[in-house]
């Protein structure tokens, strides 16, 4: 296994408040390769040839949402940082800005003037202060040592960026959604197309990318992205931050290369499962993701559509036989009643009848009735929902019926 380090080479080695110590390690030489030595579309080449895929679970070529919007002829472009990250155990953007927002803040400046964007956001986590607090601060010595703002490094490129906090609402994770909630909208997805690299915020050109993949575009610049693109799997290259929770030796967020098993993560990066514990399943990608059992193990974890389990976020529950199924299967059902938007009857009505089979299946009285219920609201979340938040609702309980055999019990 590749012992590349991109993301967390420099975790816990440098201050995260200080630029100098950036500097010190090599920051914002890519910032500066890219101004003095590339011109625009030669970095978006890079990039594409990288292969690299959004890190924010939907895995789409980052080169290309870039190129897009870069060979738009509209004269007003904006970049925007999905930091939003609202999906439940996973925090690996929060950890890349408290422990390198220097090199968050580099890709987003190489990313935005790549595409002629002037103005770039960082749309942050309400809930996230400590992290805009750090943000903030990074950005403010970026901007005394010229690489932000007008005529970057001597350049004439200019650039402004501003860190908008959310409200913590899930939905907002959705690019349209984020869009909505910049302007000032309620914050909802909108139909597409048109699609944001086409008519995005204010309805111009916009690029939305993850905080993980934009942390990955300095080490591309620098390196380039043939040599990016053979670390890990072939279909969707390079390192990944994951998630370990739950019944695992070692918690925490782990650099590893795409194409790693669950098995490899949990064995070799997060210790093995906790002593006196028997392992269950494991669910992938956060509350949204699939439910996984002993003999899927050993299947690889890429952004690829043919990837029988999806990688989304990264993150990696494990879950032992001690857990009560009913509790955990409440805590889903209760997050995305929460957090639907409300915007189309399937969602809104879907994971609120979900939620009232939830309690019940806790207290034990579910019927035959609540049973064949189930699957018609599954069905209709998977199918008939606006944006995909009610597909998502429907994942881990469709696994629950399917491979914990749920409604046998």
């Known amino acids: 296994m590749e012992n590349t380090k ?5 975790w816990g080695k440098i201050n995260p ?35 690299l895929s959004g890190r924010g679970g939907a895995g789409y070529a980052t080169g290309e949402k870039l190129k897009m919007v870069a060979e738009s002829e509209s004269h007003e472009k904006y970049f925007i940082c999905n930091l939003d990250e609202s ?121 939305v990318n993850n905080a993980e993949t934009i942390a990955n575009i300095p080490w591309i610049i620098l390196n380039g992205g043939k040599k990016y693109a053979k670390i890990g799997a072939s279909c969707s290259p390079g390192m990944k931050l994951y998630i370990l929770g739950g019944s695992v030796k070692k918690p925490g967020v782990v650099e590893a290369p795409t194409g790693v098993t669950i098995r490899e993560l949990v064995d070799d990066f997060g210790g093995g499962v906790t002593p006196g514990r028997d392992f269950w399943f494991a669910q992938i990608g956060g509350a949204s993701g699939r439910l996984v059992l002993e003999k899927e193990l050993d299947m690889p974890l890429t952004f690829s559509r043919d990837c029988q389990i999806p990688l989304g ?73 606006f944006c995909p938040l009610g597909r998502f609702a429907a994942t881990a309980m469709r696994d629950a019926v399917e491979k914990l055999n749920l409604l046998d019990k």
């Open 313 to 385: 976020s990264g993150s990696i529950l494990v879950v032992d036989k001690m857990a009560n199924i009913s509790d955990l299967i409440l805590s889903w059902t209760e997050f995305f009643r929460r957090e639907s938007c409300g915007k189309c009857v399937p969602c809104r009505e879907g994971t609120f009848r979900l939620h009232e089979i939830a309690l019940r299946l806790q207290d034990g009285e579910i019927s035959e009735r609540d049973k064949v219920a189930i699957k018609d609201i599954l069905w209709t979340l998977e199918s008939t929902t």
């Open 87 to 207: 999906e439940p155990g996973t925090y690996k953007d929060r950890m890349i800005a408290d422990n390198n927002p220097q090199l968050l803040l580099e890709g987003i400046i190489i990313a935005a003037l790549s595409i002629g964007a002037h103005k770039a956001y960082i749309y942050i986590n309400g809930n996230y202060e400590k992290q805009k607090e750090t943000l903030e601060t990074a950005r403010a010595q970026a901007h005394k040592k010229n690489f932000l703002g007008a005529g970057i490094l001597g350049s004439a490129y200019d650039l402004d960026v501003e860190i908008f906090s959310g409200a913590g609402a899930y939905i907002c994770g959705e690019e349209t959604a984020l869009i909505n909630s910049i302007e000032g909208k309620r914050g909802e997805p909108r139909l597409r197309p048109p699609f944001p690299t086409e008519a995005g915020l204010f309805g111009k050109p916009t690029a």
């Open 6 to 10: 991109i993301l967390t080479i420099n």
């Open 17 to 51: 408040l200080k630029i100098g110590d950036y500097l010190a390690v090599g920051g914002y030489l890519a910032l500066k390769k890219f101004v003095s030595e590339m011109k625009p579309d030669e970095a978006i080449e890079e990039i594409v040839a990288s292969k």
